[in-house]
């Protein structure tokens, strides 16, 4: 009979063996080896079934930790783990031994504030569905190894992502599990005893109410919303229920909930445990957007004398907001019907948000204005409320300032402020431990040991891995079989499935369209000559979900599966279902070549490639996202992409020969050159190439000591300078928009004056030109202090167009022109011979702006294409003043 309902019982450890109990809910032990070691010793099977402290301590029996309670070698290791633990916590880190070097006193006296929609931690904390998810728990991961004070934010779903299983004819089947947060590693945040709450008005007179779940990753802590309290009902409960589950209505509830629910966590969270309140606040795509807002909200509503106007509050939240963009296509960013915004805002007579006290409903709708006048668009509200903006990747960073430019109207794509740090992955966590018990330092130390190993060593930890993943598939293969119905009879061949020789490829992520699951198989018959060949034999392990709703990518995964069904293909080719943290570990350790073929450039960044490059794949992959910029020719091969093919059918095809054609004349021949001892001795240098010098670029550790140093110390010293004299500088920004939002029509550039000496700019001269520009600015009521003037000269092509100008700002004179335009000069000197195009160009220049471009606002000489008049998108804030 099935359980009505389900709980938790834990019987008390003796007192001998209480730290287990710490160790098991501070999740440093997803990657401290010796702590999971601690653990695999009270039952190795169990342990190696769950990988889960909890669980093996709630399902031991407890005659066995009596056991244990007498085993002094048992207790000995058990003090050393929390020891070792205690000194993790508390002793130096990076951040602790570098904050005078980096500047960083502001930071380190408040913190950093991250919010994402998902966590990838651990496969024992299911909240999370592919790369965001992993991204974000491998920031917190290596935040916690870098002693960053930051504590993350997000929402515990009662059914988390779903478990992938397989019909009897290759269709996805999703089952959603419960998750009980009683039985994880997580703590409910209470006062005295009682669950601390957060309300969130709804619409209607309701009230949405979330209690706070956290959970402690190494130094960080990691609050976790929950609607699912008796006090709201049943709609309101459900908001939590599943990740990325439901329509719009559910999805906005949900992002109200992260965004405004998650900053008043974080505000109960410092008031419970006496934390420092984090200045900088990081959001993590655009589900996080609404923090802004209640931002904002905080400051406007503030008791007395005490309180902000709108605009001061917005300069203040704007200086120490991050926000960073994942999607390189205008598909994938969250756009919500303005309407509905609307109602959840709720508007009070006044005109005010009963959501939002105290801030005006169509000043706040205005933050998601987008070309569609019915649309509100989350990352647009993300880019106006934070001062920096970042990619994911490099190529990522230019594709994102081509895509928003229109948020900056009047500048060029390549100087719109959205800048760009390159993901990493959490080394600890996915590289197999064969390497790390190389050295327990760090990754400089490993990629050193690695140097020293011979080629015979490196080609036995690379086959020992690869027989290992082998092994994994078997068993995953056989379980899958059974799942879908299969009897005992029918699956003999799984024994025997995968050669622990043979060059071993994986493909696995989410099964989207663009990410191009069945690229593999334009071809089939080309691709089956390739998996069978009898003298250098390929297989290839195949894993990925499809959104619950996505039937054409479900339709991809059928496709695959039912290719593997072949019983001339099988023994080389599979798809496993359920790719979770679990799994991959296994894939990404025995994988000899990562394959990833994307449409460029819609690979924001993909970080699968560098799982595997941590443990000696190699990548084979598109140029796209992080390949893009660290391919380097040896540490694996890049696909041609027909990027200027129109036709997809065409492009598919032109691209699918480019893979076929490197994997016959160059990766499987690499693969199969063998020395007279039976080693490939090319291909393990490139292997070795790979972990010493490609490793330690994709650590998570660089990608947030980036973060630091580019975005979170910035951020820290902004907040610092711009509150300081009772937020006197953020006024003085907010009285300057408003003065720029009354004279900026006024202003122009109505001529430039040239003069100087040398040859002219398109002669065929060595003599070096240098030229002095006069510019006639008209300024309205604005200062000359209060404005950036800059010459632009450079190279121009056959349209006029300027290419890659330099800039020289351009100094204000005493002297006025007889209809009283003050004159700014410069001279410039051209560094590059050929034709030559001038012009000139207009900012607002403020103490507290981080970027020219920051405001949107640019004027040009009046008849030139580009000022194109008052009042139009080159005169209009992003945001509004």
């Known amino acids: ?90 002793g130096s880190r990076w951040f602790g031994d570098t904050t005078a070097e980096h500047g960083s006193t502001h930071l380190a006296a408040t913190g950093i504030a991250y919010f994402s929609m998902e966590f990838g931690i651990s ?65 409910l945040l209470t006062d005295a005893d009682e669950p601390v709450i957060v309300t969130i008005s709804m619409p209607g007179g309701r009230v949405l109410n979330a209690r706070i779940w956290v959970a402690t990753v190494g130094r960080i802590p990691l609050l976790l919303l929950d609607s699912d309290v008796p006090s709201n009902d049943e709609e309101l409960r459900g908001v939590t229920d599943r990740l990325y589950g439901g329509d719009q209505d559910h999805r906005i509830k949900q992002e109200i909930l ?89 508007a009070d007579q006044s005109g005010n948000s009963r959501l939002l006290p105290g801030l005006p409903v169509t000043t706040v709708l205005d933050l998601g204005d987008e070309a569609d006048p019915g649309v509100f668009n989350m990352a647009h509200m993300g880019f106006r409320l934070g001062q920096r903006s970042n990619g994911v990747s490099q190529l990522h960073g230019v594709v994102s300032r081509e895509m928003f430019a229109d948020l900056w109207p009047g500048f060029d794509p390549d100087e719109v402020p959205i800048g760009a740090v390159t993901n990493g992955v ?3 966590t996915w590289t197999a ?24 060593d490196i080609w036995q930890v690379r086959s020992t891995l690869r027989a290992g993943l082998v092994d994994e598939v078997r068993r995953r293969a056989h379980a899958s079989a059974r799942d879908r119905g299969f009897t005992e009879a029918e699956l003999g061949w799984t024994a025997d499935i995968f050669d622990p020789e043979a060059l071993t490829i ?21 691709m089956r000559r390739i998996l069978t060949d009898p003298q250098r034999p390929v297989q290839l392990v195949i894993a990925g979900k499809a959104h619950p709703a996505d039937d054409g990518g479900k339709a991809l995964i059928q496709q695959v599966v039912r290719f593997t069904e072949d019983p001339e293909l099988r023994m080389r080719i599979v798809f496993l279902p359920d790719y979770d943290i679990s799994m991959a570990r296994d894939i990404y350790a ?14 924001a960044c993909g970080t699968s490639g560098m799982k595997s490059a941590m443990n000696g794949g190699l990548n084979l992959s598109i140029l796209d996202g992080w390949w893009d910029e660290m391919a380097d020719g040896e540490n694996g091969w890049a696909i041609p992409s027909a990027e200027g093919v129109g036709d997809e059918n065409r492009r598919d095809d032109l691209e699918a020969e480019a893979l076929y054609t490197l994997l016959e004349e160059t990766v499987i021949p690499l693969f199969y050159t063998r020395s007279a001892t039976g080693v490939p001795d ?120 300027i290419i890659d100008p330099e800039i020289a700002e351009m100094s204000p004179t005493s002297e006025t022109d007889p209809s009283g335009r003050t004159l700014f000069r410069a001279t410039v000197v051209p560094t590059r011979s050929g034709r030559h195009g001038y012009t000139a160009r207009v900012l607002p220049r403020h103490p507290q702006l981080s970027d020219d471009a920051e405001l949107g606002l640019v004027r040009y000489p009046v008849g030139t294409a580009e000022d194109v008049g008052p009042g139009s998108s080159s005169g209009s804030l992003p945001e509004p003043a």
């Not at 309180?307 to 907001?321: C, G, I, K, M, Y």
């Not at 431990?433 to 015979?456: G, Y």
């Not at 994986?506 to 080309?526: E, H, I, S, V």
């Open 1 to 90: 009979m099935k359980a009505f309902r389900r709980f938790t019982v834990r019987v008390p450890l003796p007192t001998e063996l209480a730290d287990l109990t710490v160790l098991a809910h501070n999740l440093r032990w997803v990657w401290h080896e010796p702590t999971q070691d601690l653990f695999a010793t009270i039952d190795p099977a169990l342990w190696h079934a769950t990988g889960d402290p909890l669980r093996l301590l709630a399902d031991v029996e407890p005659e066995r930790f009596l056991q244990l309670a007498t085993d002094a070698g048992f207790r000995e290791r058990l003090a050393a783990a929390r020891d070792d633990l205690d000194r993790y916590l508390t």
């Open 682 to 801: 090319r291909w393990v240098e490139m292997v070795r190439h790979t972990l010493t010098r490609l490793g330690p670029q994709v650590q998570a550790g660089r990608m947030v000591r980036d973060y630091t140093t580019a975005l979170y110390v910035p951020a820290a010293d902004q907040f610092a300078s711009i509150c300081a004299d009772d937020f006197a500088p953020a006024r003085d920004l907010a009285d300057y928009r408003h003065q720029l939002e009354r004279s900026w029509p006024a202003v122009q550039i109505a001529g430039i004056d040239e003069s100087g000496s040398g040859d002219s700019l398109d002669a065929d001269s060595p003599q070096r030109v240098n030229l002095t520009f006069t510019a006639h600015v008209a300024l309205g009521e604005l200062s000359p202090e209060r404005v950036c003037v800059q010459a632009l000269v450079g190279r121009v092509d056959s349209d006029g167009e």
């Open 123 to 187: 496969e024992v904390l299911p909240i999370y569905s592919g790369g965001l998810g992993i991204l974000a728990g491998d920031h917190l991961k290596a935040a916690s190894d870098l002693g960053l004070p930051l504590v993350g934010v997000g929402l515990f779903y009662r059914s988390g992502y779903f478990h992938q299983g397989l019909s009897h004819d290759g269709w996805q089947v999703e089952r959603y599990p419960v998750n009980d947060p009683t039985s994880l590693p997580l703590e």
């Open 258 to 346: 992260l965004g405004i629910g998650g900053v008043r966590a974080v505000r109960e969270y410092v008031r419970v445990t006496g934390r420092p309140e984090p200045t900088v606040f990081h959001m993590n795509e655009g589900h996080a957007g609404f923090l802004g807002v209640e931002r904002i909200r905080e400051m406007v509503g503030r008791p007395g004398a005490a309180a902000l106007d709108f605009d001061t509050a917005e300069a203040v939240v704007r200086a120490s907001n991050v926000f960073t963009t994942h999607t390189p296509v205008p598909a994938g960013i969250d756009r919500f019907p303005r309407d509905m915004v609307n109602y959840y805002l709720d």
């Open 433 to 456: 431990r064969t390497w790390l018990d190389l050295s327990a330092d760090d990754e400089v130390a490993q990629a050193a040991a690695v140097t020293a190993m011979s080629t015979d």
């Open 590 to 603: 025995g994988c000899d070549v990562w394959l990833n073929n994307p449409v460029r450039p819609m690979e």
């Open 506 to 526: 994986g493909f696995a992520r989410r099964a989207a369209t663009y990410k191009r699951l069945t690229l593999m198989l334009r071809d089939p018959d080309r």
């Open 426 to 428: 959490h080394g600890p």
